[in-house]
């Protein structure tokens, strides 16, 4: 094979990584040139997690308060439980930040760096796809937390009562007070929004690049016969067959195929044990935000401006849920079809000994990669449809009682 060409396979992930170091949800990749700015990112961070943990405090203390008043209770857990998952994200990044940071060398390792011109091109296309689903996604929740701002306001200026969802030990119906209150919890959600759509995407991401390598690993595989790297001219299999002179350079292509697909398997058993715990309490908690966010949405009436807000906050919840599952699924099919890629060689052209070998390859290749959630459901879009089933069966039994 060629050289490693000059093509850095982590810029698919570089924004992401930016995103979270930009609100404080993770350490700044890049060494920056002055430890100052690194002193202060750190404390910077600090900040991030105070304003994080008191936010939650002060909504679990409300949820404590109206327990006694199931339709309060309801209006603050649809965005509490969103938060708490979201809080769970952020430890399990920060805590295994080490792991994270292995991820990050094996996506700059030479396994996943393209060796030719074709592979720099898949990769170019997956950066592009992953940067215009987390623009995307960040569009989106900051258009929700615009709405959820400026909603209060709204609602005084139509008559309706403003009801804060979240404790304060002080009187906040008063102005200025009312407002600052207002504002900080904006921000907070604004905060923790931008950190958990970032933190959606970057998995996604993961997904998509082990994707993207399967891809890679197919193409090699289908051209592990090629000699100079040439795709199939034509010429008949005998005159290339004969001599077997390149059977030293196949044997180290194969071997680098099966490194390939070793770490591939490594590197989605090390994301999936990374975000274990958050992503199985993501898809508990999924069913039952969907189902009161619907039946939130029903007790509106049409003019409540908390009723955009809330449309665009399922229309994010659902959009969340669905990378993951739409990605996961691609990741199964690549998966599936390697054993194919590698029939689809020119095995002919080899000899009986080294065809063993690929029929070795094939059959460890049929078991298929599936990310999975708690070890066990994977992440599919049949999981996805089973989570709106689910969800619908919550709201009708809630709407009854």
Request: net charge positive.
């Amino acid at each position: 094979m060629q050289a490693p060409i000059s093509y850095s396979t982590f810029r698919a992930f570089q924004p992401h990584f930016n995103s979270l170091a930009r609100v404080g949800y993770f350490k700044l990749v890049k060494t920056p040139s002055s430890p100052r700015k690194l002193v202060l990112h750190n404390w910077y961070r600090a900040l991030i997690w105070f304003f994080v943990l008191s936010y939650n405090l002060q909504h679990v203390i409300k949820v404590i308060q109206t327990r006694n008043n199931t339709d309060r209770m309801m209006d603050i857990l649809y965005i509490l439980l969103t938060t708490l998952n979201t809080l769970g994200k952020q430890v399990a990044l920060n805590a295994r930040v080490g792991r994270v940071d292995r991820i990050i060398a094996v996506i700059n390792g030479s396994h996943f760096a393209p060796k030719n011109p074709v592979h720099v091109e898949i990769l170019k296309e997956n950066e592009k796809a992953m940067a215009r689903l987390l623009a995307l996604f960040q569009t989106m929740v900051l258009l929700a937390c615009f709405f959820f701002g400026i909603s209060p306001t709204v609602n005084k200026a139509i008559g309706q009562e403003i009801y804060l969802q979240a404790y304060f030990p002080f009187d906040t119906s008063g102005s200025p007070v009312l407002e600052i209150a207002m504002w900080y919890l904006s921000f907070n959600l604004t905060v923790q929004a931008w950190g958990n759509s970032t933190m959606d995407c970057m998995v996604a991401a993961f997904y998509s690049m082990a994707k993207t390598q399967l891809r890679l690993l197919r193409y090699n595989l289908e051209h592990l016969v090629d000699l100079n790297n040439r795709p199939d001219d034509g010429r008949d299999d005998d005159e290339e067959r004969e001599p077997y002179n390149d059977s030293r350079v196949i044997q180290e292509r194969l071997k680098q195929c099966v490194l390939h697909h070793r770490q591939i398997l490594w590197f989605m058993k090390e994301v999936e044990s990374i975000f274990c715990e958050s992503m199985t309490v993501q898809f508990l908690v999924m069913a039952w935000v969907i189902c009161m966010t619907m039946y939130k949405i029903v007790g509106f009436t049409i003019v409540s401006a908390e009723l955009v807000t809330t449309l665009i906050y399922l229309n994010c919840m659902l959009s969340q849920l669905f990378i993951y599952c739409y990605f996961g699924s691609q990741v199964k099919v690549e998966s599936d079809f390697v054993s194919q890629s590698v029939y689809c060689s020119k095995w002919t052209r080899l000899s009986p000994k080294f065809r063993r070998q690929l029929l070795v390859l094939m059959q460890c290749s049929l078991r298929p990669i599936m990310p999975c959630a708690a070890k066990i459901v994977p992440i599919s879009l049949e999981t996805y449809i089973a989570v709106l089933k689910a969800s619908y069966t919550l709201f009708t039994i809630l709407d009854k009682k």
